[in-house]
């Protein structure tokens, strides 16, 4: 059991709490493995190179990235007073969401499972 009032336990939680403006996708219907070849590209870039890189990159999960980052950047400037162009991107990653199962019917009669993964994916930026 912990030790001390509930309150007294939620203000030292929230206390250690990361103050980085992030913004956060879930459920987004690209794989993991996709999603991390974009998130490879413009980590640890400043803001404005990796809206670049995104706008011009051919993958699918570009776009989604490329809005969860102008997210992330309208948090920093409107929630912590931040200037956009000292910003660039600290933390990056996709997390592994559930997968949805289908059939899909093959020949003499069997059924193969195609599964349609998604994914969590979290951009974190900070001032330099």
Same mark, same amino acid.
Do not use: W
């Given at each position: 059991?912990?030790?001390?009032?509930? =309150?007294?336990?939620?203000?030292? +939680?929230?206390?250690?709490?990361?103050?980085?403006? =992030?913004?956060?996708?879930?459920?987004?219907?690209?794989?993991?493995?996709?999603?991390?070849?974009?998130l490879d590209?413009? +980590?640890?870039?400043?803001?404005?190179?990796?809206?670049?890189?995104?706008?011009?990159?051919?993958?699918?999960?570009?776009?989604?990235?490329?809005?969860?980052?102008?997210?992330?950047?309208?948090n920093a400037?409107?929630?912590?007073?931040?200037?956009?162009?000292?910003?660039?991107?600290?933390?990056?990653?996709?997390?592994?969401?559930?997968?949805?199962?289908?059939?899909?019917? +093959?020949?003499?009669? +069997?059924?193969?499972?195609?599964?349609?993964r998604m994914?969590?994916?979290?951009?974190?930026?900070?001032?330099?």
């Open positions: 059991m912990a030790k001390g009032h509930r =309150s007294q336990i939620k203000r030292e +939680r929230n206390a250690n709490k990361d103050t980085r403006p =992030s913004a956060k996708l879930s459920y987004a219907r690209v794989s993991v493995q996709k999603a991390c070849f974009v590209a413009i +980590r640890g870039k400043d803001v404005t190179t990796a809206l670049a890189i995104l706008e011009y990159n051919p993958r699918y999960a570009s776009s989604i990235i490329k809005k969860l980052l102008q997210s992330a950047i309208a400037e409107n929630n912590n007073g931040m200037n956009v162009e000292n910003l660039y991107i600290a933390e990056c990653y996709a997390n592994k969401g559930p997968t949805m199962k289908r059939i899909q019917p +093959r020949a003499q009669g +069997r059924a193969y499972r195609i599964e349609k994914s969590h994916i979290t951009v974190v930026l900070d001032e330099r």
